[in-house]
């Protein structure tokens, strides 16, 4: 099985190439670090959802690490609307731009500073000519195929990838993690009775078939034991800090309850 990060099949090659987080700043507002799935296929290469400011120059090294380069990203799936998910669209505003065609409408029309919305990118995406509104069914790249999924949004899409052998489910924030899944609820819904028969088509989608695997949109991926969420890959989450006199002096602090270190930082 994978390591969490790389999984092939059906002519696909799919990278995890960003790990969500399925956690929160307790001081200092939304961390908002969201998975972003890297798929290729023959010739055509997409990315599932591209995260954040924060996320801008990571998913540059991560593309770069694999020989690419934003232009050479043909297409974005975006799951829905909110900033940690989509604001990154305009580094890759040459692909054609998948986002359902719902989840559009409502973003328009959400008052200014009340939603984690970016009201001013989604008004251009709006307009950008290699948009394409998606309906529930579509299928949005070869293969791939969107299913709405209400409750964190009107329009959230789940994206099932067929691999022939077996399905990847990304369920962006229709079902954010591991306790939301196995919960039937979420920390960020808008109708609690969607959100719970969302997350059960996320499970039927899941267990359609064995060996199928599920990426949610802040969370590592898992697979289904005996009907029990087990994560594949570690995950890996930490923050550097200046707290001395000195900008070469530098804190690491897990982000993980064992305390454990990234391996980059583990030697330091």
């Given at each position: 099985?994978?390591d969490g990060?790389?999984f092939?099949?059906?002519g696909?090659?799919?990278?995890?190439?960003?790990?969500?987080?399925?956690?929160k700043?307790v001081c200092?507002?939304?961390l908002g670090?969201c998975?972003i799935a890297?798929?290729?296929?023959d010739?055509?290469?997409?990315?599932v959802?591209?995260?954040?400011?924060g996320?801008?120059?990571?998913?540059?090294?991560?593309l770069?690490?694999r020989?690419?380069?934003?232009g050479?990203?043909t297409d974005?799936l975006l799951?829905?609307?909110h900033?940690d998910h989509?604001?990154?669209?305009?580094l890759?505003?040459h692909?054609?731009i998948?986002?359902?065609?719902e989840?559009?409408?409502?973003?328009l029309?959400v008052p200014?500073?009340?939603?984690?919305?970016p009201?001013?990118?989604?008004?251009k995406?709006d307009q950008?000519?290699?948009?394409?509104?998606?309906e529930d069914?579509?299928e949005?790249?070869?293969?791939i195929?969107?299913h709405?999924?209400p409750?964190h949004t009107p329009?959230?899409l789940?994206f099932?990838l067929?691999?022939?052998?077996?399905d990847?489910v990304f369920?962006?924030?229709?079902c954010?993690?591991?306790?939301?899944?196995?919960?039937?609820a979420?920390?960020?819904?808008y109708?609690?009775?969607?959100?719970r028969a969302?997350?059960?088509?996320?499970w039927?989608l899941w267990r359609?078939?064995p060996?199928n695997?599920?990426v949610?949109?802040?969370?590592l991926?898992?697979?289904l034991e005996d009907?029990?969420?087990r994560?594949?890959?570690?995950?890996?989450?930490?923050i550097?800090?200046?707290?001395?006199e000195d900008?070469?002096?530098?804190t690491?602090?897990s982000?993980l309850?064992?305390?454990?270190?990234?391996?980059?930082?583990?030697?330091e």
């Amino acid at each position: 099985m994978s390591d969490g990060k790389r999984f092939s099949g059906g002519g696909f090659e799919i990278d995890i190439i960003v790990h969500g987080f399925p956690g929160k700043s307790v001081c200092h507002g939304s961390l908002g670090f969201c998975t972003i799935a890297l798929i290729r296929k023959d010739a055509r290469i997409a990315l599932v959802d591209v995260g954040s400011f924060g996320q801008r120059d990571l998913l540059r090294a991560e593309l770069a690490a694999r020989g690419l380069a934003p232009g050479d990203i043909t297409d974005l799936l975006l799951t829905h609307a909110h900033y940690d998910h989509t604001i990154n669209w305009t580094l890759f505003s040459h692909a054609d731009i998948a986002i359902g065609r719902e989840e559009l409408a409502w973003s328009l029309e959400v008052p200014w500073g009340e939603t984690p919305v970016p009201e001013l990118y989604v008004e251009k995406l709006d307009q950008w000519p290699t948009l394409r509104r998606i309906e529930d069914g579509d299928e949005v790249f070869p293969g791939i195929t969107a299913h709405q999924t209400p409750g964190h949004t009107p329009g959230s899409l789940v994206f099932v990838l067929d691999t022939g052998e077996r399905d990847l489910v990304f369920s962006g924030d229709a079902c954010k993690n591991r306790a939301e899944l196995l919960s039937r609820a979420a920390n960020m819904s808008y109708d609690a009775d969607l959100t719970r028969a969302s997350i059960q088509t996320i499970w039927d989608l899941w267990r359609r078939r064995p060996g199928n695997v599920l990426v949610p949109g802040h969370d590592l991926p898992m697979v289904l034991e005996d009907g029990v969420p087990r994560y594949l890959g570690e995950r890996e989450a930490a923050i550097s800090a200046w707290y001395g006199e000195d900008l070469n002096e530098t804190t690491v602090i897990s982000l993980l309850p064992d305390g454990r270190l990234p391996a980059r930082n583990a030697a330091e």
